[in-house]
């Protein structure tokens, strides 16, 4: 496991997340969309967001989810994306627990990226499948809990915050 624990406004965090293409307010403090979420970093490397929204508040049809909301790996020469993607997927479960039954979502923005022949090949390389398209007409990229590592803590991780997070999840 490479990756360490990080929080919502986390300045070795925030470097990278400034030049994800996603990033609507470059260097303000906050880079996660409102609600629960889960950052992990390498720093001047990569970093990745999971958020778990409020199924009431979300308008595509994977409400319910937990969604990668960002990611970004600077480092290829030394990171496989793929590999970093499976070990985030770890480490969101053994933060959250058991995943919901529809797993967790991403969107690609082909124009946004490198291009590839196939937008988001490193998650589709890490399990994902392709499940559709957003109104704006994204892909849509899904990992359903059956097809998920198993829960690893991330480094700096301890065993009580996971816990604290399971059990307030589910109250």
Not at 146 to 161: F, N, T
């Amino acid at each position: 496991m490479n990756w360490q624990l990080s929080w919502r406004a986390d300045p070795l965090a925030r470097v990278i997340a400034d030049r994800h293409y996603n990033r609507q307010s470059v260097g303000a403090l906050d880079f996660v969309p409102p609600g629960r979420c889960f950052v992990l970093v390498i720093p001047d490397a990569a970093f990745w967001v999971s958020s778990w929204p409020l199924a009431e508040y979300v308008k595509h049809e994977w409400a319910g989810a937990w969604m990668c909301t960002a990611f970004r790996n600077e480092r290829r020469d030394l990171y496989l994306s793929s590999a970093l993607i499976r070990d985030a997927l770890a480490a969101t479960r053994f933060k959250w627990g058991e995943p919901p039954p529809l797993g967790l979502v991403t969107f690609v923005d082909p124009t946004q990226t490198k291009r590839k022949r196939d937008p988001g090949r490193c998650f589709l390389k890490a399990g994902f499948k392709r499940v559709g398209t957003t109104k704006g007409r994204l892909p849509a990229l899904q990992v359903l809990p059956g097809d998920m590592p198993l829960a690893e803590p991330a480094l700096g991780m301890p065993l009580s915050l996971a816990l604290g997070v399971q059990q307030e999840a589910r109250s």
